[in-house]
């Protein structure tokens, strides 16, 4: 491994060659991305009974100057913290790889949803893949949402279909602005929502971000729910009324009724738009009024949950998403010839992305910051909100499924086992508490005694 620098960013790169080693167990095949916050790479895994597993590795130069804001570690705690929901990567190692670089090895992804929806000639989904992908959706935020999470980015460039045999899963993706919005009370012990900061940071993305997101509101559970309806209006229509309007315009359409936005979507939406509009800060969403009305619609039109994606063979735009593939694939075979690489990638590996792919942040969608204070700023309030989910989580941390290891990592990790069980109880959740202080305490309560029955994956290293 060796440090880098980018001519996008100023802040050096960990790096790492074909071949090399990482913890002894996993080996680096290629780089998937580079951006302002890292690099990536596809590894894979030599040894254990699941060796030739492939995985992505997400690295960061470790700032002993404090120049810049380090996240993996709290990225790392968050998807921790989700490893019993199937809509969130499978997190495999996390520590520190040298004394100046840190790391963490997940799951690999396929495509982003709003990567497949343009490849659509139409930039939209049928209506039938657009309602089966928003009832994933919507419970990989509830999911996040019931471990005292909030996303702050919700958008289809954070979501991505899995891979293999999980390639009809959505998984909720990028943590980079997430934040706690519980908080422990020092007497009592019990968690209790955070009262809002009279003037909040802008963090976000404007095409998807609520309106109070605008007006330096703090953001809570509602927040993400806004930015998730304009996703799912985005997938039935194509593009949101101001796609294209100047940042002014952008807030007048925001700011008109349900009729603007929904006037080209089932009349079913309009209840989910209204129940959105009546939740105030600290309102706890009725997730499943969202399911409910979203099953009404595909039971009124017939769509069944088996049926093909459109990108899936048998799918509307399967030709299209090939065609898409196969210009992806000639497109390689001229790096090739300009003597970049040695070996033709498989079409597999044209369909693989990282998890958080978008990491240069330089895309139509890119989260944007409009308040006065500079990007550096910004960035210390996002490492501060992520930091503040980092110290909750070591407060409730998980019981390993087991004590076994593939190998020692640094002094200062802890081994940790990954636990595969599904949220089976997710809709027990949907009741509301008498007390939801009492609810989270109950629900972090329960997460401790917890212990997964099996482990299917390599066994975990974390930051603590």
């Known amino acids: 491994m060796h440090t880098s620098s980018s001519s996008s960013s100023s802040i050096p790169k960990p790096s790492f060659d074909p071949g090399d080693i990482v913890n002894g167990t996993w080996k680096v095949r290629r780089e998937l991305g580079c951006g302002g916050c890292g690099i990536v790479y596809e590894v894979e895994l030599i040894r254990g009974a699941r060796a030739g597993l492939r995985a992505a590795m997400k690295a960061e130069t470790i700032d002993a100057s404090h120049k810049y804001s380090e996240t993996l570690s709290a990225e790392a705690l968050v998807l921790r913290r989700m490893q019993r929901s199937p809509h969130f990567c499978r997190l495999y190692l996390a520590g520190k790889c040298s004394p100046d670089c840190n790391v963490i090895v997940m799951s690999l992804v396929g495509r982003t949803l709003s990567w497949l929806r343009r490849q659509n000639p139409s930039q939209r989904f049928t ?51 997430a934040r706690l919005y519980l908080k422990k009370e020092a007497t009592t012990g019990e968690l209790d929502h955070r009262p809002p900061r009279k003037r909040a940071p802008y963090l976000g993305t404007d095409r998807y971000c609520s309106i109070h997101v605008h007006k330096r509101e703090e953001q809570g559970r509602r927040d993400d729910l806004w930015s998730f309806l304009y996703m799912i209006v985005e997938f039935v229509v194509g593009e949101l009324p101001w796609r294209s309007s100047s940042y002014r315009k952008l807030l007048a359409k925001k700011s008109r009724g349900g009729e603007h936005l929904l006037k080209d979507c089932p009349i079913e939406f309009y209840k989910i738009y209204d129940h959105i509009r009546r939740l105030g800060y600290m309102d706890r969403p009725n997730y499943q009024l969202i399911r409910r009305t979203i099953n009404e619609i595909c039971k009124r039109r017939n769509f069944s949950i088996e049926d093909p994606f459109d990108w899936e063979e048998g799918g509307r735009y399967h030709k299209e998403y090939l065609r898409t593939i196969e210009q992806l694939e000639k497109e390689n075979q001229r790096n090739l010839g300009k003597g970049t690489e040695a070996t033709t990638l498989k079409q597999e590996e044209l369909e693989t992305v990282y998890s958080s792919a978008d990491l ?29 989910i980092y110290r909750l989580l070591h407060r409730y941390p998980y019981i390993p499924a087991s004590n076994s290891a593939l190998s020692e990592w640094s002094d200062d990790g802890t081994h940790f086992d990954e636990e595969t069980a599904s949220f089976a109880d997710t809709d027990s959740r949907n009741a509301r508490p008498t007390s939801e202080r009492e609810s989270w305490t109950k629900e972090m309560k329960k997460h401790e005694r917890i212990t997964g029955s099996r482990t299917s994956s390599p066994s975990l290293r974390y930051w603590h």
């Open 360 to 388: 240069s942040c330089e895309h139509s969608d890119a989260p944007t910051a409009r308040d006065s204070v500079s990007g550096r700023s910004k960035e210390r309030r996002a490492s501060k909100d992520l930091s503040s």
């Open 127 to 177: 209506l039938s893949t657009s309602l089966r992908l928003a009832l994933q959706c919507i419970e990989a935020v509830e999911h996040l949402h019931s471990m005292g999470i909030i996303h702050r980015d919700v958008k289809g460039s954070n979501f991505a279909i899995g891979q293999q045999n999980l390639r009809r899963v959505v998984h909720m993706i990028d943590f980079g602005f």
